[in-house]
Nanobody, 119 residues
């Protein structure tokens, strides 16, 4: 069974940086996409960015492009999200998700980690 465990969330001041992690287990993740989503209070879940696990190509939402970077430790099946120049509007619960590359929807989700950016 696939398990995703996020960690590293916390409180940071606006303009600061934070790096969160997602440890994945339960299968080999070649031919999978791994992604970050976020959900702020009272808002719908929002796509942040994704990485094609095998090739490492990335894609970002416009709202975070140039500020956030997705990386991975391939050997440890761990996905990272480096967040720089954080803004109060980045405050949300951040979720890691995974799917097979041909699937239209992400079908495995972590429990989330809270990121709070103070002004």
């Amino acid at each position: 069974q696939v398990q995703l465990v996020e960690s590293g969330g916390g409180l940071v001041q606006a303009g600061g940086s934070l790096k969160i992690s997602c440890a994945a287990s339960g299968r080999t993740f070649s031919n999978h996409d791994m992604a970050w989503f976020r959900q702020a209070p009272g808002k719908e879940r929002e796509f942040v960015g994704r990485m094609r696990w095998s090739g490492g190509t990335t894609y970002y939402a416009d709202s975070v492009k140039g500020r956030f970077t997705i990386s991975r430790d391939y050997a440890k099946n761990t996905l990272f999200l480096q967040m720089n120049s954080l803004k109060p509007e980045d405050t949300a619960v951040y979720y890691c998700a995974v799917k097979r590359d041909y699937m239209p929807q992400y079908n495995y989700w972590g429990q989330g980690t809270q990121v709070t950016v103070s002004s």
